[in-house]
């Protein structure tokens, strides 16, 4: 143990090393609490619909440009760039907290599986290929954009509009890491791209949510109502479930469900290294420069599948009565991925360079792709809501295009202005099609890895999205009769 003699602890003082993370967490906090309580008190912010952590957000990316300028400086350090606000740090945040989030949203309904009360709802598939050929109208609608304007601005890459998707439908998480693919391969600032995609999506998810709604409320089908708790009727009853381990034991229960999420996490990260290391000792330079980056990038879709995986062990043990109790609570693992989710999207919006919006290239191409994806987003899933769900689109509509534009807390949030306590099976649909939409949508981020190899794979992958939206919207759209919809 001689080795150990040498090694010199930093001081506590060291701000770098002990304080700079905490500090910017606790900023992100502090702006999600400033966010609350401006949504509460002023009413044309909770008129917005625009979710908590998303104004918490835009304070924050507000209050890092006001303090960068400031020339304040905290332990012998400016607030800039390389202290407080370190970009890096807040798309780490960013990085790992959707991948948290989707792995605690994944680890729930055990109890119910093992119960055998979890069975697929009969609009389960079709809501996938809703979800899906969103992606797809939004992903070739991009391309075409980006490949006309890539010969008018030379910095902005034929293969940029594919961020659109990524950032409109998936959400900021997933526009960050496409957008770190992006620019690791040329785009100069692709990340900071998709990142702007994403954050406009949830003024385009508010701003075409408040046009429906008002729309509803003209025609009479919009009936006011009380404002509601945020937790349903189940979730409430579901702290202490049957065959579940205490709230409070020798082990705090909350505690239980963050060490499953972080050792599912772990495995994930075990699986992305080997994978790694295999893909570097095969030499092969496309599987180098090009699967290499994506096992990092979507990292959060490989917690989703090592999640599904300890479901279906436990489920095992559970009825060889090799284990006695549920370890996993849907109740708490709701709510530490709404923290997760929360956390992404005030961290994401901050890491955001504005700088960039002097560029007219960014300008132009990024005005382009959010005010026609939004307008094709909003126009497209109207026309499909009103033949899929004949019973209920005006529900469906709200759910999906808030998903569609920002993500399923915004789709929820719209939704409960028509249905406030889920009467409708649209809440569902959001959830089931979502699981639905992993090995449906799967090509199109398979696509990502390809469609910045020249102008061959940009066409290929172009004609194949459509191929697939063709497809997808024919088995949407046959043997349903459309009925007319005020």
Known sequence: MRFLANVQPLPFWDFNFYWSGVIQFAIIMAVLLLANVLRRKLKFLKASLLPVAVIGGFLGLIIKYLLNGSGMSIANLQIDSTSLFDANALSAFTYHAIAIGFGALTLKGIDRLYEGKVRNKPLAVKSGMVIVNSYLIQGIFGLIVTIVLSFVFLNIPSYAGFLLPMGYGQGPGQALNVGAVFQGVGFAFGRDFGLSIASIGFLAASLGGVIYLRKLKRLGILKAVEDTSMESKEESTILEGNGQIPLVDAVDKLTVQIAIIFFVYGLSWLFIYVMEQLILDSGIAFLINNLRPLLYGFNFIIVVFVALFYKVVTRTLLKAKW?????????????????????????????????????????????????????????????????????????????????????????????????????????????????????????????????????????????ILTLIFSIYHYFLTRKSKKIKIQ
């Open 323 to 463: 284990m006695k109790r549920i370890y996993t609570n849907d109740f708490l693992l709701n709510r530490i991925a709404g923290l997760a989710f929360d956390v992404m999207m005030i961290a994401s919006i901050m890491a955001i360079d504005v700088t960039l919006v002097g560029d007219p290239g960014f300008l132009v191409t990024l005005l382009i792709l959010v005010i026609g994806g939004g307008y094709i987003t909003y126009y497209y899933l109207g026309y499909l809501t009103k033949i899929v769900y004949t019973h209920y689109p005006h529900e469906a509509w709200l759910v999906f295009y808030g998903t569609m534009t920002g993500t399923a807390s915004t789709g929820i949030a719209l939704l409960r202005e028509k249905d406030p306590y889920f009467e409708t099976p649209a809440a569902n649909d959001i959830v089931y099609g979502s699981s639905m939409a992993i090995p449906l949508g799967f090509p199109l981020l398979l696509f990502v890895g390809i469609v910045t190899q020249g102008w061959l794979s940009l066409i290929t992958v172009l004609a």
